[in-house]
């Protein structure tokens, strides 16, 4: 009988290899090093597109909302042309900050501290007491603009002005959310929350990307899906998308077997679900809070004129339920990581294809590793 080494110190068991099924987890360093998270900032959020809301939050011309992106406060505002602008936040005068929170302006963005006055495009309009100075052209003073992207009425920002255009970096994905929903663009926000969790942003992405838990971790969600069920997967460079199937849900959450359930990953900190019952989408936004803490912004968009017994019912299952558990075990894996009992393991991925594999955590750890390895 092999017997087990208890001499062992705390370390790494083995490599991060390319074959799931053979390759050791990432080093628990990964989640709880300050430098790791530092350098995360830098080479993965500062360069990702950034989900920040969607199209119903800016309806008409002047509603702004505010944002942070990778630790910048940016505002995205709807011009009287219909076109949805993003600024960094911030006076180019000295520094004030714009706007806070969402809401509507009049015409025009008014900085509160001095007044100067930008258009919804961006340009600085009227600045007091300048008419008389020389080499002063409002012109050179106009808001710093950032890329936005929409993908199926998703608003996404990007910081770097060498980063991949979105519909190349995540081609396939609109259609992925338009062939089964459709009518997305028109979707509004029904609820939004957000959860303060005790983990590395990392742990939560890594839960979402496998179903080996659900029938363990998750008694009521088991219900609604058939998490055994052949998923149909469209797997792009920087997304994946799984099409499964619902059982019949539980007593109110009754659901008709067979009604297709889809989940999305998106690169770096998006996660998304649909469940079946209604029309619907789950956005998941996991943004790192320093290496141990991070933050869950989750919103939930459905159809306008949907039925409120059915919202409440998915709201439920979600906040009340599989939420709450998941954010119990992300919190009990963070404090594990931090255990001198562990530091690597193994991703259960010897079929790729099967329900149960972690292939794509194992897929999403070789992308983090790729970014924080780039020159
Ligand atoms: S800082 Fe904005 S007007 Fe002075
Ligand atoms: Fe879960």
């Not at 936040?89 to 007044?115: D, F, K």
């Not at 338009?178 to 303060?196: E, I, M, N, Q």
């Not at 792009?236 to 009604?259: A, H, V």
Request: charged share 25%; aromatic share 12%; with cysteine.
């Amino acid at each position: 009988m092999r017997r087990r080494d208890i001499s062992k110190p705390r370390g790494e068991r083995g490599l991060f290899t390319a074959a799931p099924g053979r390759s050791f987890t990432l080093p628990s360093r990964y989640y709880v090093d300050p430098e790791i998270s530092t350098l995360e900032q830098r080479r993965i959020f500062h360069s990702g597109w950034c989900y920040v809301g969607h199209v119903s939050d800016l309806q008409s011309s002047g509603t702004y909302l505010v944002e942070s992106v990778a630790g910048q406060c940016v505002v995205l505002v709807r011009g009287d042309d219909g076109l949805i602008r993003c600024f960094y936040n911030v006076c180019q005068h000295r520094g004030h900050e714009l706007l806070t929170g969402c809401g509507a302006v009049a015409r025009a963005i008014v900085c509160p501290y001095h007044g100067w006055t930008y258009a919804l495009d961006g340009a600085l309009k009227h600045a007091r007491f300048t008419d008389g100075m020389s080499d002063f052209d409002v012109a050179d003073y106009s808001l710093r603009e950032l890329r936005v992207s929409v993908c199926a009425g998703l608003l996404f920002v990007n910081l770097d002005v060498g980063a991949t255009e979105f519909d190349v970096e995540f081609d396939g994905l609109e259609s992925t959310f338009l062939g089964h929903l459709p009518d997305l663009s028109d979707f509004t926000a029904v609820h939004r929350y957000k959860f303060d969790i005790a983990a590395n942003w990392k742990v939560v992405i890594d839960n979402f990307s496998e179903g080996y838990h659900i029938p363990v971790a998750h008694r009521k969600l088991s219900q609604v899906l058939d998490v055994e069920a052949a998923n149909e997967a469209v797997i792009g460079g920087r997304f994946t998308c799984f099409k499964s199937r619902s059982l019949g849900g539980f007593e109110g959450f009754e659901i008709e077997p067979g009604e297709p359930y889809l989940s999305w990953t998106v690169w770096p900190n998006l996660c998304i679900l649909s469940q079946p019952g209604s029309d619907n989408l789950i956005v998941f936004r996991i943004t790192p809070n320093g290496p141990e803490r991070c933050t869950e912004r989750v919103d939930i968009y459905a159809p306008t004129a949907a039925a409120p017994d059915k919202l409440e019912a998915l709201r439920s299952l979600f906040a009340d339920n599989f939420n709450k558990e998941d954010i119990s075990i992300v919190e009990s894996v963070q404090r594990g990581l931090r255990s001198d009992g562990y530091d690597q393991g193994r991703y259960v991925a010897a079929d790729t294809d099967a329900w149960y594999s972690e292939s794509g955590v194992h897929r999403f750890h070789k992308q983090v590793l790729e970014a924080l390895n780039a020159n």
